[in-house]
Nanobody, 124 residues
Framework: QVQLAESGGGLVQAGGSLRLSCAAS????????MAWFRQAPGKEREFVAV????????YNQPSVKGRFTISRDSAENTVHLQMNSLIPEDTATYFC?????????????????WGQGTQVTVSS
């Protein structure tokens, strides 16, 4: 069983930056694809970014390309999301997810483990 815990959310002004972290525990996530999703109030959960287990391949949702970067530290069993040039539309609860099937999955149903989420609020 894998437990995921997100941190790093908060309130930031438009144009600012935040770095989200997701710590995995219970077992190693070596071999797992890791991703970030987000859900804004009244909206469905949406894919943000994914990274494969080796960390050499990643994919971002087009709306965050060039602003968000996903990375992972296998030694620390963590994954990060560096968010720059934040805009109010990025306001959401951000969730970390882990899939035992390695791949650049964008569908939530491919992920077996989820964190509780961390709130990101971007003010204009």
């Amino acid at each position: 069983q894998v437990q995921l815990a997100e941190s790093g959310g908060g309130l930031v002004q438009a144009g600012g930056s935040l770095r989200l972290s997701c710590a995995a525990s219970g077992r190693t996530v070596s071999g797992y694809a890791m991703a970030w999703f987000r859900q804004a109030p009244g909206k469905e959960r949406e894919f943000v970014a994914v990274i494969n287990w080796s960390g050499d391949s990643r994919y971002n949702q087009p709306s965050v390309k060039g602003r968000f970067t996903i990375s992972r530290d296998s030694a620390e069993n963590t994954v990060h999301l560096q968010m720059n040039s934040l805009i109010p539309e990025d306001t959401a609860t951000y969730f970390c997810a882990a899939s035992p099937l390695d791949g650049l999955w964008t569908g939530g149903r491919m992920y077996a483990y989820w964190g509780q989420g961390t709130q990101v609020t971007v003010s204009s």
